[in-house]
């Protein structure tokens, strides 16, 4: 009911000047009066070497600076990915760059790695420290926009994050760097070699994807994923690809589109993956849910837990608690004890 209140207000002014707004009013604790309840049980899941409380995760880009993670759990998250984060703090690309494509439950953005730096992400990390134990955070982590050596960006990072985070995300395909998607096929191997040389054994690595990536590069990036020793693949950042079904007026902006256009190309990539490394590690989901059939639809096709954002923007902040009650009801009803019997069941 609270945000049914607010969100006229919300979206009548600037998408990146909302978002700041929602943060605040996170960090204030004026929104705990939303605070849901613990998913069901029967919602645990595992997830590399991880124990999830539930296999719906929040998608990096909500909590850039690790500021409101932990308040995210209380929204019924089973683990939130927080970032993107560079060694130095950036100012990102020049503004507007958040867009709402309202018509299609879409967003576009060119951000670009917008963020306070490790430095001031670390200390946010240890000041929250002891209020996620029970809980999966996962840092994703990119170089800045101007660094000489991207590679030593990423090992600075991981380095630094490593020991106090439950994963780290090697962000790979975001469409809003220059050239930073040149890591999924010509450079991967040099950048996935310096990573296992700097690996910390007891905390996982996953790498994200991009959807615009051709099939048969795919097929490679993820068999080089495979081959280097990562714990699990992210299937799929946001997209440069502009589908003709979608209507808003918004659709000749430049950067990433992501939510419900997302969600055929995004399943297709993680039905790839799990046929050819489905049984090697796990896949996590993203773009474009926002409701128990889309979760379904991608853990069906392989995944073995899924991520989202724009959903919450156009679903509001019960919709991690809602699809955990709607998931735990499907199960019950179905007779399946564990989410991993539905994990690739269209094959």
Partial sequence: MLYNLLKPLIWQINPETA????????KTNLLNIIKSKNPNPILK?????????SPL?????????????????????????SGTVTPHPQVGNAKPRIFRLIEDEALINRLGFNNDGLVKIKENILDKFDRFALNKLGANIGPNKNSKNRIEDYIICYKSLAKISDYITINISSPNTPGLRNFETSEIDELLTEINKSR???????????????????????QKI???????????NTTLARPNFIKSNFLSEKGGLSGKP????????ISIAYKLIGRDIPIIGVGGISCLDDVLSYLNAGASAVQLYTGLIYKGPKIASNINDELAKYLISNKISNISELVGINH
């Fill in 226 to 236: 495979v081959q280097y020793g990562m714990n699990g693949v992210i299937l799929t």
């Fill in 45 to 53: 899941t595992n997830l590399a070497n991880m124990v999830l409380p």
């Fill in 262 to 269: 997302l969600l055929d190309r995004s399943k297709e990539c």
């Fill in 200 to 222: 910390i054994n007891e905390n996982s690595i996953f790498v994200k994807l991009s959807p615009d990536i051709s099939n048969k590069d795919l097929e490679i990036s993820l």
């Fill in 57 to 81: 995760g929040l998608a990096a880009g909500f909590d850039k600076n690790f500021e409101v993670f932990d308040k995210m759990f209380n929204l019924g998250f089973g683990f939130v990915e």
């Fill in 19 to 26: 978002h700041n707004f929602v943060i605040n009013l996170l």
